[in-house]
């Protein structure tokens, strides 16, 4: 495989929460940015040390610019399995690229990073002290230098048992930190509009980053809610849209979620949110609707689709339609059918989900959204695909000891034509998906029996 010019080597230093997201978001923010995930560490898994091999260190910039899973990188100038080994590293870089960054008119300052040790301010400074060698001219400056530089130990994962010495140290010149302080100041503590199942800010950034939001694309949420999802895609610049069958969620209107209030207040709605956040010019609009029957054109109209339905935990799986028989000639009027609603198979949601997001994205747009499992029973086969959806990444988060969701982000590589949307449910594969329905029942089962464990061990 041709490689896109040289590639240096970057340290990414990951956040050590929701592991499993991190890899999938640095993968597709690096194929935002034309950067190609490249990397010859062989592990991912729970390290918050991460080299990774990209073309520029503009990509790096933009990189960081988005990810919420990662919290700075580095210019690698060296790494090694102890302290000698990181000196003879950084004495083979080469010269001519650390000497734009120590030359005498600049200031700099070094800090020392460590993961599951803390280190004495002695300590530190002997570190400091053993990187002399280095052909540091510029003057030292701990509040505003130009140039950063870090020492990063790695002492392992495991906190009963720190080693004497490191597994692994680094060197490197820090370029930019990530966008943690988003998780804050998105908050939905402090948010205007929320509900019983308003999406975690973390969360909602991790989603808009594994489906490539952009600048100016359109992203749609089918089961909007407080619109928790749309803010983290506008926050990145998109317009969006959404709608949920609702009414009081879509009009801000019913029992708030809040403790100390009782009726939601005046302006409690999805654009008051955006508006908080100095995002009303990306809202398009929400509207009152059934996602078991979109009313759009045919056509395609979306960058990204990103959506939590309902799992039927804190609100129900309902969707248009009469348990009555509608009686013989009445089904030519529409008009005098009042709509009531009926249950929603979780297993028919989500399809219905595919086939929308097949017919609706534009080629290349990403389908991220939530699918709840019953770990005991869960395999892969359950994840619902389609001809028009290329599976991309597929990450769990724990809900309870027997329950969890995953992230499915999906990307359509192929034009949607009508006979795509029966061959997507070979009967084999049907039932597999007929799991999802009864997640309600299991969630609850599983969360019955361990209270009912957790009390019995308290009275023993
Ligand atoms: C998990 S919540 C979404 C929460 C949202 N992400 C937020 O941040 O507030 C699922 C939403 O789907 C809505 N819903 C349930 N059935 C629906 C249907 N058939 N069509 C559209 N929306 C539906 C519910 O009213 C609920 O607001």
New binding site residues.
């Given amino acids: 495989m041709a490689l896109p010019g040289p590639l240096n080597r970057y340290l990414l230093l990951m956040a050590q929460e929701h592991l499993e997201f991190r890899l999938p978001e640095i993968k597709s923010l690096l194929s935002l940015f034309g950067g190609q995930f490249i990397s010859n560490q062989g592990t991912y898994g729970k390290s918050p040390f991460w080299i990774l091999s990209i073309p520029s260190e503009e990509i790096a910039r933009n990189l960081m610019k988005r990810t919420v899973c990662a919290k700075s990188i580095f210019e690698l100038w060296g790494h090694g399995r102890s302290s000698e080994e990181l000196y003879s590293s950084l004495r083979s870089y080469p010269v001519e690229k650390m000497v734009p960054f120590l030359h005498s008119d600049s200031t700099y300052k070094i800090k020392i990073h460590t993961f599951n040790k803390t280190l004495t301010q002695e300590e530190k400074v002997k570190r400091i002290d053993a990187l002399e060698f280095l052909p540091f001219e510029g003057k030292v400056n701990l509040k505003k230098p130009q140039h950063i530089f870090s020492l990063l130990e790695d002492y392992g994962l495991d906190p009963n048992c720190i080693p004497e010495n490191p597994h692994n140290v680094y060197f490197g010149r820090w370029i930019a930190d990530g966008q943690r302080e988003l998780i804050e100041s998105y908050s ?1 503590k402090k948010r205007h509009f ?6 975690d800010a973390g969360l ?1 950034f991790i989603m808009a980053n594994h489906g490539k939001v952009k600048e100016n694309d359109i992203v749609f ?11 983290a895609s506008a926050h990145f610049g998109a317009y969006v849209y959404g ?4 009414y009081n ?1 879509v009009h801000g209107l019913g029992k708030a979620s809040r403790k100390n209030q009782k009726w939601r207040g005046p302006d409690e709605n999805i654009r008051a949110n955006l508006r908080q956040y100095g995002l009303e010019k990306y809202y398009l609009d929400v509207l009152v ?5 979109p009313s759009w054109r045919k056509g395609t109209y979306f960058d990204a689709i990103i ?5 039927g935990i ?7 339609g009469s348990q009555k028989e509608i009686p013989k000639g009445m089904e030519k009027c529409p008009e005098s059918h009042v709509p009531v ?1 009926l249950s ?1 198979h979780l297993s028919d ?1 989500f399809f219905d989900l595919l086939n929308f997001a097949a017919e609706t994205l534009v080629l290349g747009g990403r389908l991220v959204y ?1 699918l709840p499992v019953y770990t005991p029973e869960y395999i892969e086969e359950m994840v619902p695909s389609h001809p028009c959806l290329k599976l991309i990444s597929n990450c769990e988060q724990k809900l309870s000891s027997h329950t969890s969701r995953r992230l499915i982000t999906m990307e359509k590589v192929k034009k949607f034509k009508n006979r795509d949307q029966s061959s997507h449910l070979p009967n084999d594969h049907s039932l597999l998906y007929q799991g999802h329905n009864s997640f309600r029942e299991k969630y609850f089962s599983g969360v019955t029996k361990r209270i009912a464990k957790e009390e019995k061990s308290s009275q023993e």
């Fill in positions: 939905i929320i509900g019983n199942t308003s999406m909602s949420d089918p089961f909007v809610g407080t619109g928790g999802l749309l803010i709608t949920d069958i609702d969620t609707s059934d996602a078991s029957k959506t939590d339905p309902p799992y804190r609100e129900s799986t309902r969707r248009t609603s929603y949601m939530w």
